[in-house]
């Protein structure tokens, strides 16, 4: 939590841009969004900040369907372009986004 209230306090959090996968007040997944608006001789570019599924839902496409409307508020935001890290080993992660085009 600690960490979340230090997020909300940073001048690029957008609430809107906060996404929560709950079922019955248990959250399942979450998603923030960050847009850097400071970008050198750039358009603004949306970034999938954090992208989490709690363990027991992993497998379930709760973090595709966050990581798509996420996509989708960075469209209504009038953005062209977005990126995310995701390291490495991390395969699962790998496929997920290499399936939405990033690479």
């Known amino acids: 939590m600690a960490d979340l209230d230090n997020r909300i306090k940073e001048d690029w959090f957008d609430p809107q841009g ?10 399942k997944g979450f998603v923030w969004t960050k847009i850097h608006q400071d970008l050198v001789n750039q358009d603004p ?8 599924t709690a363990p027991a839902h992993h497998g379930r496409g709760i973090a595709r369907a966050l990581s798509v409307e996420a996509i989708n ?26 399936s939405l085009g990033f690479n």
Request: zero cysteines; proline letters at 0%; aromatic letters at 16%.
């Open 45 to 52: 570019v949306g970034e999938l900040y954090v992208v989490g």
């Open 18 to 27: 906060f996404f929560l996968a709950t079922e019955n007040a248990v959250i």
């Open 73 to 98: 508020y960075f469209v209504t935001k009038g953005l062209k372009h977005a990126m995310l890290y995701v390291d490495a080993d991390n395969e699962k992660g790998l496929k997920l986004y290499q």
